[in-house]
């Protein structure tokens, strides 16, 4: 990871990404609204559905079997925040603010399904969201997620991390 962000297709080999994206995609697996995506969201009408199963390094979930596998590709890291979020189908593709994450850490994102929404970046590089494929990138590089209108959910996995 030498790169301001880069992208790996086909993250997971097939077994773990199923599993992952089954346990999501599952009528179980437990949705929270946040009322505003981030302080630099449009309006108060932009928000998500989370998941977030560990906070400030401590597990938040009993879902963190999905954080242990998706991490399985980068070995001996720290996590400071991991969760899912889930974005509903947009009539046009919406822009959601500029934001960094955190100071001090990376970013992976791993992305569930493919859709017309994507991960943009201030420079004006755009990720667009494809099954399987992983964005890491510093966590306070700005960036803004761009809805989709092609299916209803794009789902994807957000992980705070260092290296140990």
Same mark, same amino acid.
Not at 3 to 19: G, P, R, S, T
Not at 29 to 51: C, E, G, M, S, Y
Not at 79 to 89: D, H, P
């Given at each position: ?11 997971? &080999? ?10 999501? #995609? ?11 995506? &981030? /302080? +630099?969201? /449009? &309006?108060?009408? /932009? ?15 009993? *879902?963190? &079997? ?13 996590? *400071? ?5 889930? *974005? ?7 822009? %959601? =603010?500029?934001? +960094? ?9 791993? %992305?569930?399904?493919? #859709?017309?929404? %994507?991960?943009?970046?201030? /420079? =004006?590089? +755009?990720?667009?969201? +494809? ?30 991390? #260092?290296?140990?």
């Amino acid at each position: 990871m030498n790169n301001m962000i880069d992208v790996v297709d086909n993250f997971l &080999n097939e077994k773990d990404f199923d599993e992952v994206f089954n346990t999501i #995609s599952s009528n179980n697996f437990p949705w929270f609204t946040v009322d505003r995506l &981030n /302080d +630099k969201a /449009d &309006n108060d009408n /932009d928000f998500q559905l989370i998941h977030t199963i560990i906070n400030e390094g401590q597990p938040n979930s009993s *879902f963190t &079997n999905i954080v242990d596998i998706t991490c399985k590709p980068m070995p001996q890291i720290d996590i *400071f925040r991991a969760r899912v979020n889930l *974005f509903t189908k947009t009539h046009v593709n919406k822009k %959601y =603010g500029f934001h +960094k994450d955190m100071n001090n850490a990376r970013t992976l994102l791993l %992305y569930l399904e493919d #859709s017309n929404g %994507y991960t943009e970046f201030n /420079d =004006g590089k +755009k990720i667009k969201s +494809k099954k399987n494929r992983a964005v890491l990138f510093k966590s306070d590089y700005l960036h803004q997620t761009v809805s989709q209108t092609d299916v209803k959910f794009r789902r994807n996995i957000n992980i705070n991390f #260092s290296y140990a």
